[in-house]
């Protein structure tokens, strides 16, 4: 592909191609056309990541209102995944779109999951740049709106519990909990709890062991899952 000639993607339509060609231009594509003075997606990724967590995160806080915070981390954890945003970016037929340089290409680039990942929020980061929140806010709405209402409509399952089962899916070991702290007096404890899996570590506090071996597996399941 050597240019951008579709200027609409999930309901939105560009009125910038070079934004939208930029948003669908990988690295390696560059690196093969040196005579092109023009960025890859990674900054727009950037941007996009941030806008992809924003919406979702603040859909959450709507729709949960009685939802601790590593309830909702965790939730939004699993929404944002690379796996999750590969699966809209597929869907929306981003990675046929992009411009991959021959040697990616070779290599199965096209098909990689965190490519299609990329690419969305790529998109949704040059939307942002062209039209503003509001914009941006509708497009993730559109192209995630049945994630995010699976989600809603489906039991909310607590950190630990998505951890696990992130952890099974994935072939790991359990997640192995280890309290690190326990202090204060008896009647207001608390307590700092440390979770691995594989490898990866996150740490945890709350006034109970539950609360803190919640907030650990929250804050584990958002770097495992970026």
Sequence with gaps: MEEVTDIEIGGYRFTDPALLENALTHSSYLHEHPEEDAPDFERLEFLGDAVVDLVVGEELY???????EGELTALRATLVSSAALAEVGRQLGLPERARLGRGEEETGGRGRAGLAASLYESVVG???IESGLAAAQDLVHRTMGDVIASTVSSPRKSPKTLLQEWAQAAHHPLPLYRTLDVSGPEHRRGFVVEVEVAGNVAQGTGASKRAAEEA???????L???
């Design 216 to 222: 650990a597996a929250a804050k584990l399941m958002e």
């Design 224 to 226: 495992v899952t970026q």
């Design 62 to 68: 709507r729709r949960f209102p009685d939802a601790t």
């Design 126 to 128: 040059a939307c942002y």
